[in-house]
């Protein structure tokens, strides 16, 4: 499956953004979809994912209760809702598809969109 992250930008902080991922080649029914971020000089990171058949999400500490996670298969898309943005949200966002537990926080996923920007000021 061949992904394409959108829906960054420059916000202020307390503002709300919701990410999407498309798969624009390739279903992700079948697969669970994560979300992770990047700032640089740091590695990245897992923030949220959700699996399936049912849908079970799984969430950082730091961002539950800010960021949802969901996906419509109709639309081959997933998203991420991010409410009450701050600026250490500040980064390079990245979602990413394979055949793993979604609750396992783990950045070792086999499919990969290009990052989108997101830039919180204070």
């Known amino acids: 499956v061949q992904l394409q992250a959108s829906g960054g930008g420059l916000v202020q902080a307390g503002a709300s953004l919701r990410l999407s991922c498309a798969g624009v080649?390739?279903?992700?029914?079948?697969?669970?979809m994560g979300w992770f971020r990047e700032i640089p000089g740091k590695e990245r990171e897992f923030l949220a994912a959700?699996?399936?058949?049912?849908?079970?999400?799984n969430y950082i500490d730091s961002v539950k209760g800010r960021f949802t996670i969901s996906r419509d298969n109709a639309e081959n898309t997933a998203y991420l809702q991010m409410n009450d943005l701050k600026p250490e949200d500040t980064a390079d966002y990245y979602c990413?598809?394979?055949?793993?537990?979604?609750?396992?926080?783990?950045?070792?996923?086999?499919?990969w969109g290009r990052g989108t920007q997101v830039t919180v000021s204070s």
């Open positions: 990413a598809a394979d055949y793993v537990s979604p609750l396992v926080p783990t950045t070792n996923y086999a499919y």
């Open positions: 959700i699996g399936r058949p049912d849908d079970t999400t």
């Open positions: 080649q390739g279903s992700i029914k079948g697969y669970t």
